[in-house]
Nanobody, 124 residues
Framework: QVQLVESGGGLVQAGGSLRLSCAAS????????MGWFRQAPGKEREFVAA????????SYAGSLKGRCTISKDNAKNKAYLQMNSLKPEDTAVYYC?????????????????WGQGTQVTVSS
C-alpha cells in the first residue's frame, strides 16, 4: 500500500510558477511509475505528466508541454511537478498517482494509488 500526499498548490498570478510535491509513504517509489493529473470544476480528470520508475522517460499533455517538468527523487520518495508560465485555464485540483506496472501511462485507470489533491488557482 502506498500513501500519497500532495503539497505546493496555491494561488498564483498568470505567468507565475509553482512546484508541486508528492510525498509517498508505505512503499518505496523506486518500483512505481508516477503521474500527475488535474481536474477542473465541471470537467473530467485529465492527464498532465508521467515519469517512469527510475525517471528515464517522461511524457506530457500537449496543453502543458514546454511549461511543466515532472521529476522523481527515489531517495526522498517524492515526485515533483514544476509548472511555469501558468495560465488561468490551469486552475484545477492536481493529483499525483503511482502505478505498479512498468512504463508510462496517461490513462488514470492504470494507476493504483492516488493522493487527495492540491488546489492550484491561477488568477488573470
Amino acid at each position: 500500500q502506498v500513501q500519497l500526499v500532495e503539497s505546493g498548490g496555491g494561488l498564483v498570478q498568470a505567468g507565475g510558477s509553482l512546484r508541486l510535491s508528492c510525498a509517498a509513504s508505505g512503499r518505496t517509489l523506486t518500483t512505481y511509475s508516477m503521474g500527475w493529473f488535474r481536474q477542473a470544476p465541471g470537467k473530467e480528470r485529465e492527464f498532465v505528466a508521467a515519469i517512469t520508475q527510475i525517471g528515464g522517460r517522461t511524457s506530457y499533455a500537449g496543453s502543458l508541454k514546454g511549461r511543466c517538468t515532472i521529476s522523481k527523487d527515489n531517495a526522498k520518495n517524492k515526485a515533483y511537478l514544476q509548472m511555469n508560465s501558468l495560465k488561468p485555464e490551469d486552475t484545477a485540483v492536481y493529483y499525483c498517482a503511482a502505478k505498479r506496472s512498468a512504463g508510462i501511462s496517461s490513462t488514470a485507470g492504470t494507476y493504483d494509488y492516488w493522493g487527495q489533491g492540491t488546489q492550484v488557482t491561477v488568477s488573470s
